[in-house]
């Protein structure tokens, strides 16, 4: 779940249930508004972790097979001498 979304279902939540009669209130709900808007454009740039999770797992699976063949190589000089 995306947590600006949240933040701002929160807020709309916030909303409805307090007085929006005071001036301080709005201008407080307003300003936190303007933040996450801010947190939003901040973050636009960046690429979600869940693009990265296919190389993460291609780059650890040839690091295993090079691992697993080093490892083979190495058993079967240990075992081929006499």
Same mark, same amino acid.
């Given at each position: 779940? !995306?947590?600006? $979304? !949240?933040?701002? $279902?929160? +807020? !709309?939540?916030?909303?409805?249930?307090? @007085?929006? #009669? @005071?001036?301080? +209130?709005? *201008?407080?709900?307003? *300003? +936190?508004?303007? @933040? +996450?808007? $801010? %947190?939003? @454009? *901040?973050?636009?740039? =960046? /690429?979600? &972790? %869940?693009?990265?999770?296919?190389?993460?797992?291609?780059? =650890?699976?040839?690091? #295993?097979? /090079?691992? %697993? *063949?080093?490892?083979? #190589? %190495?058993?079967? &000089?240990?075992? $081929?001498?006499?």
């Amino acid at each position: 779940m !995306d947590p600006v $979304r !949240d933040l701002e $279902r929160r +807020i !709309d939540r916030l909303e409805s249930k307090v @007085d929006l #009669a @005071d001036q301080g +209130i709005r *201008a407080d709900l307003e *300003a +936190i508004r303007a @933040d +996450i808007e $801010r %947190i939003k @454009d *901040a973050h636009a740039g =960046f /690429v979600p &972790l %869940i693009r990265y999770m296919p190389v993460e797992r291609v780059v =650890f699976g040839l690091v #295993a097979l /090079v691992l %697993i *063949a080093v490892t083979t #190589a %190495i058993v079967s &000089l240990v075992v $081929r001498t006499p």
